[in-house]
């Protein structure tokens, strides 16, 4: 297994990381978290994300291969097996952020 280091600026894993900590990565790979949505059932359900937003969160989620949409014409998007493998990650981290979003709010 290649050793990564996160710290360095050509990291592939900091590259990764960088791609899942986008503004609307996580909220969107969570909104599929349950199965495949349509896209305007995932902007209701991600409240206050613009169409513009989404789209291009989609389309950077379709290309890194972590969202998969098999019919181009109104298919709904979902997981891939790579997608679904970050679940336990980001729900970890959802958790993290709910328990503690009064005490990070208040600094």
Do not use: F, N
Request: proline share 4%; net charge neutral.
């Amino acid at each position: 297994m290649t050793e990564y280091d996160v710290l360095l600026a050509d990291c592939p894993a900091r590259t990764t990381l960088e791609l899942i900590s986008g503004s609307w990565m996580i909220v969107v790979l969570v909104g599929l978290a349950h199965g495949p949505q349509r896209y305007s059932d995932l902007q209701r359900r991600a409240g206050g994300i613009t169409k513009k937003m989404l789209t291009q969160t989609l389309a950077k989620a379709v290309g890194s291969g972590l969202v998969v949409r098999p019919d181009r014409r109104g298919g709904a998007y979902a997981l891939s097996a790579l997608g679904d493998s970050l679940l336990v990650p980001l729900t970890a981290l959802t958790t993290w952020a709910e328990t503690h979003a009064d005490e990070l709010a208040e600094l």
